[in-house]
């Protein structure tokens, strides 16, 4: 279990109270860590719901493939002179669909899995590459390019990686629908990775509107949205996966839109072993 979820934004309403007995206090913080993974869990599996209509899509593509190439196969097989070798570059194109499909169908898996979080050594790179194939159909289907930027050398933090991977998510869904809620002609977002002694820090840069001047100080409270439809749980939950992380988010504008980042205690690369 990753610890100091105390400080989360999403369940601060429940609090140890003064003065209890260690056990009361301790049983009480972890029925909140757990409160909070099944919350967090739960706001993945909105996202994941808000997007199925592209996963479902993206998954039909390959399958599609791969039922034409099959049957054109069967075609080309029952002539007399059958050309085996375009049989054959059929087959590794159904090969390849059906890899892509799973490879889809695996990372959904992956995201929508309830299970309680693990500490482990993440690598950035890993969760910027993940969250960008996560999100890249939802940002194709609306002309928006994503680009990333990640410092050289390790990247190391430590976290559950699909927890830090939501934050990403989240970050990107709310780049790409401001982008596209807007009339901007630049319709980009970029990802950048950096890091000092000990921090990374990820950020996630869009062209949309940028953060409105009034909302500031509210967009990461609990139900705070502007959206049809929003549910406003999007930034409290990326606050309380960072906060429990020992790692610290933020949003400010820049000259074409909304810079949100999330900065957590970078890992010491361990002296590599040569054998
Ligand atoms: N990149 C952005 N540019 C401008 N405003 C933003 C951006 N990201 C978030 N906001 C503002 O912050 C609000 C809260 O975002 P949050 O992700 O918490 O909720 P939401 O996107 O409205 O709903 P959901 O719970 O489905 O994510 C948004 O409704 C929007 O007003
Ligand atoms: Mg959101």
Do not use: Y
């Not at 950020?203 to 967009?219: F, K, L, M, W």
């Amino acid at each position: 279990m990753l610890r100091n979820a105390e400080t989360s934004g999403a369940l601060e309403a429940i609090t140890v109270p003064q003065g209890t007995a260690f056990s009361e206090a301790l049983s009480s913080l972890l029925v909140r860590e757990a409160l909070l993974s099944e919350f967090i869990h739960a706001a993945r599996m909105s996202t994941i719901g808000e997007m199925a209509s592209t996963i479902a899509h993206e998954v039909s593509q390959p399958l599609s493939v791969i039922v034409s190439d099959a049957d054109t196969s069967r075609r080309i097989l029952a002539r007399d002179k059958p050309d085996l070798r375009m049989v054959d570059r059929l087959i590794t194109r159904i090969s390849e669909s059906a890899e892509r499909a799973t490879d889809i169908v695996t990372r959904v898996r992956a995201m929508a899995a309830n299970r309680p979080p693990i500490k482990a050594d993440v690598d950035v790179r890993e969760v910027v590459s993940a969250s960008i194939g996560f999100v890249s159909p939802e940002a194709a289907s609306r002309r928006i390019s994503i680009r990333s930027e990640i410092a050289g050398g390790d990247v190391l933090v430590s976290g559950d990686v699909i927890q830090l991977q939501q934050i990403l998510v989240n970050f990107l869904m709310n780049a790409i629908q401001a982008i596209d809620h807007s009339a901007a002609k630049l319709r980009e977002v970029e990802i950048v990775v950096t890091g000092s002694h000990d921090l990374v820090a990820i950020s996630v840069r869009d062209t949309g509107p940028g953060i409105r001047h009034d909302q500031a100080a509210r967009i990461f409270d609990n139900f705070f949205s502007t959206k049809d439809g929003g549910m406003g749980m999007g930034l409290a939950i990326c606050k309380s996966i960072a906060e429990a992380h020992g790692g610290h988010i933020e949003a400010v504008n820049w000259a074409n839109g909304a810079v949100f980042s999330f900065s957590l205690p970078r890992v010491k690369t361990r002296p590599s072993t040569t054998v």
